[in-house]
T-cell receptor, first 113, second 117 residues
């Protein structure tokens, strides 16, 4: 079974530029999550989708971050314009449903200069 | 308020010994789940073990066991017979709420485990 796919693995941009990350969850997983993990910290949930609807985006900085999950499958997370403090690993995860673990991708590491 | 607390920034253990990684949590919800994830240097989060709040017995998965003390709100991970490949960051996480598809995991700050030969 293929795991959660993310791209790109690494991205370096200058502040005020924009960046987009892509995630393809495990086939059949209805729930998709984007987490931000700043160096030395645990992952923080940015947004959670159930199929193509947003369940929780309370910690998403909506003035600069946006995410979509068209057709309830893959998802894109965008940052525009980026700030220095956005430097982090962006982890995508998916889950099958009601109980059980989240399956994570390898993450996309963003460096903002 | 911190929901998940991991007080050990780093732990050292010798190969083949057992090690306990501490985790305490805070919730007023009677229904919750506790997870442990391993994050090697590659960055991927790997699920290790799960304990539901209503589970009567401590969860075990191979060399991993979860010492669940509900009254003390602690969910410590025990790794028996440590291996060099166990060197990684370990995160404790909690899901609150009823068992629905809208589970949301809140993570602790992690503990870095180093296993020496």
């Amino acid at each position: 079974e293929a795991g959660v796919a993310q791209s790109p693995r690494y991205k370096i941009i200058e502040k005020r530029q924009s960046v987009a990350f892509w995630c393809n969850p495990i086939s059949g997983h209805a729930t998709l999550y984007w987490y931000q993990q700043i160096l030395g910290q645990g992952p923080k949930l940015l947004i959670q989708f159930q199929n193509n609807g947003v369940v929780d985006d309370s910690q998403l900085p909506k003035d600069r971050f946006s995410a979509e999950r068209l057709k309830g499958v893959d998802s894109t997370l965008k940052i525009q314009p980026a700030k220095l403090e956005d430097s982090a690993v962006y982890l995508c995860a998916s889950s099958l449903g009601v109980i059980g673990e989240l399956f994570f991708g390898e993450g996309s590491r963003l460096t903002v200069l | 308020a911190q929901k998940i607390t991991q007080t050990q920034p780093g732990m050292f253990v010798q190969e083949k010994e057992a090690v306990t990684l501490d985790c305490t949590y805070d919730t007023s919800d009677p229904s919750y789940g506790l997870f442990w994830y391993k994050q090697p240097s590659s960055g991927e989060m790997i699920f290790l073990i799960y304990q539901g709040s209503y589970d009567q017995q401590n969860a075990t998965e191979g060399r991993y066991s979860l010492n669940f003390q509900k009254a003390r709100k602690s969910a410590n991970l025990v790794i028996s017979a440590s291996q060099l490949g166990d060197s990684a960051m370990y995160f404790c996480a909690m899901r609150e709420g009823r068992n629905t598809g809208f589970q949301k995991l809140v993570f602790g700050t992690g503990t870095r485990l180093l296993v020496s030969p």
